[in-house]
């Protein structure tokens, strides 16, 4: 019976997780001006970068709200705010590189990999801060 319980904790947890996961990739895609999976689907490794960096800065949070959270309202809390974190880390590499999506569709990497590196220092940062 316990690992029942246990089993069933575990799917309920792991899909709340992969739910938020999908709700925050289709946010992000559609908050963005450029297509990244059309452009993922031309070979285009900027814009694969980016998504990369913006998915890992959003799941390292939502890893530790699964795993510190008192119930699923709390890890609800704490997906909210990892994902308000991460749609302010793309504003915050607009802010910095003019012209970001363009740059993406023309395949720029440097643009990319900065990107990447905010949004995952972001996930980093919020997923630490969740222990206080």
């Known amino acids: ?9 575990f799917a309920t947890y792991f899909g709340m997780g992969l739910g938020f996961m999908v709700l925050y990739v289709v946010l992000y895609l559609y908050a963005t001006p450029h297509r990244e ?10 814009a ?8 890992l800065g959003f ?6 709200a699964l795993r ?3 119930g699923l309202l709390d890890v609800a809390a704490w997906a909210f705010m990892a994902l ?6 793309y504003a915050l590499v607009a802010l910095l590189l ?14 990319a990999v900065l990107a990447a590196a905010i949004h995952l220092g972001v996930g980093l940062i919020n997923s630490a801060a969740m222990s206080f």
């Open 48 to 55: 694969a970068v980016v998504l990369a960096g913006a998915l």
């Open 37 to 46: 999976i059309t452009l993922i689907r031309g070979d285009n490794l900027p």
């Open 98 to 111: 003019k012209d970001f999506s363009k740059r993406i569709n023309r395949g720029e990497m440097a643009a």
């Open 59 to 64: 799941a390292v949070p939502l890893a530790s």
């Open 84 to 89: 308000v974190a991460q749609l302010v880390a």
């Open 1 to 9: 019976m316990h690992f029942m319980q246990g089993l069933a904790d």
């Open 68 to 70: 510190i959270a008192s």
